[in-house]
């Protein structure tokens, strides 16, 4: 059975030796709704109309309803996650928010993700991942990176 770039014998936890620069780790397209904004509003404490009424989030000039911005970060760092198979190996993770992901009454928002090794440092025995995420086409994370330790 072949195995993916930067993952150990096919058993989906990848070895540092096995991961180079340019390795592409996944993508994943994750769809959310206004159900899904109401339970991290919940959740999370942020009650902020705009991330629950169409008429607020027009108010202040925002095409309509947006995701929260630390849900859309969480969910882009999913795919690292599944990557390297243990939330805990990630010791760093951060990004600057560069758009909007309006989720629409009827039909949701796909937010498109994508990561790839951007950097290896075999002394401190971590890679360096860059996620994309867009919706819509447009990016709505900007130098989204995530430091993973990772086996030898």
């Known amino acids: ?75 882009a760092v999913r795919v690292v996650v599944d990557w390297c198979g243990d939330p805990g190996a990630i010791v760093d993770y951060g990004t600057r928010f560069t758009g909007q992901v309006p989720v629409d009454a009827e039909t949701g928002a796909d937010l498109e993700v994508s990561a790839v090794v951007g950097a290896v440092d075999a002394e401190a025995g971590t890679v360096r991942v860059d996620v994309s995420a867009t919706c819509g086409g447009s990016r709505v994370l900007g130098r989204a990176r995530a430091v993973v330790r990772l086996p030898a």
């Open 1 to 75: 059975m072949a195995s993916e770039p930067g993952v150990s014998g096919g058993l989906g936890v990848p070895k540092l030796s096995e991961v180079s620069v340019g390795d592409q780790i996944g993508s994943t397209t994750i769809h959310l709704t206004r159900a899904d904004l109401v339970r991290y509003a919940d959740a999370s404490g942020d009650q902020n109309p705009i991330h629950q009424s169409d008429e607020v989030a027009r108010s202040v000039g925002l095409p309509g309803v947006i995701a929260h911005g630390m849900l859309t970060m969480g969910a």
